[in-house]
T-cell receptor
Framework: NAGVMQNPRHLVRRRGQEARLRCSPM?????VYWYRQLPEEGLKFMVY????????ESGMPKERFSAEFPKEGPSILRIQQVVRGDSAAYFC?????????????FGPGTRLTVL | SQQGEEDPQALSIQEGENATMNCSYK?????LQWYRQNSGRGLVHLIL?????REKHSGRLRVTLDTSKKSSSLLITASRAADTASYFC???????????FGQGTTLQVKP
């Protein structure tokens, strides 16, 4: 039973390019959360998605960032026109039912470096 | 403002000693969770304690929750060098399961 998968594990982009981060939740999980971790800090919530729906995007910057979780395939976090301040580790987590009493399982993260 | 705040920020102990980390939060919660993160790696879930629970054990881990003081503590007994990592508390205050993380405590266990 594979855990949460994220790819790529490391991503280097130049300023102005686009970054696409992928997250495949655990088998059977239909709820995905994205978090961002800046160096030496804790994780900050970005967005919560269910299949084909964005449920809570209160932590997502209004510009340049978007997320989706299609009916088939992984969840995608997309950052357009990246800037140096986007350099961070991006983690996704999944859970089965969306109940707040359930444990979220985290992926290994994608470390984005913007040159 | 930060929901979860942890102290100490850094802790250095000898192998075999106990390590205690504290977490305070501001709003009412559904549950509080502790995670471990090794340097440059992902998060490993350690333990979840619900708002109606006061204490929970898992192996060498003991977590307490005091909702009147809005605080939690994580105790690692008989620490090992392999326990060296950053430890984060995370609170769930919503009905969507989103977690609010503290800044973390960096634990170093010297062999």
């Amino acid at each position: 039973n594979a855990g949460v998968m994220q790819n790529p594990r490391h991503l280097v982009r130049r300023r102005g390019q686009e970054a696409r981060l992928r997250c495949s939740p655990m088998k059977g999980h239909s709820h995905v959360y994205w978090y961002r971790q800046l160096p030496e800090e804790g994780l900050k919530f970005m967005v919560y998605l269910q299949k084909e729906n964005i449920i809570d995007e209160s932590g997502m910057p209004k510009e340049r960032f978007s997320a989706e979780f299609p009916k088939e395939g992984p969840s995608i976090l997309r950052i357009q026109q990246v800037v140096r301040g986007d350099s961070a580790a991006y983690f996704c987590a999944s859970l089965d039912s969306g109940r707040s009493t359930d444990t979220q399982y985290f992926g290994p993260g994608t470390r984005l470096t913007v040159l | 403002s930060q929901q979860g705040e942890e102290d100490p920020q850094a802790l250095s102990i000898q192998e075999g000693e106990n390590a205690t980390m504290n977490c305070s939060y501001k709003t009412s919660i559904n549950n509080l969770q502790w995670y471990r993160q090794n340097s440059g790696r992902g998060l490993v879930h350690l333990i979840l304690i619900r708002s109606n629970e006061r204490e929970k054990h898992s192996g060498r881990l003991r977590v307490t929750l005091d909702t009147s003081k809005k605080s939690s503590s994580l105790l690692i007994t008989a620490s090992r060098a392999a326990d060296t990592a950053s430890y984060f508390c995370a609170t769930d205050s919503s009905n969507t399961g989103k977690l609010i993380f503290g800044q973390g405590t960096t634990l170093q266990v010297k062999p």
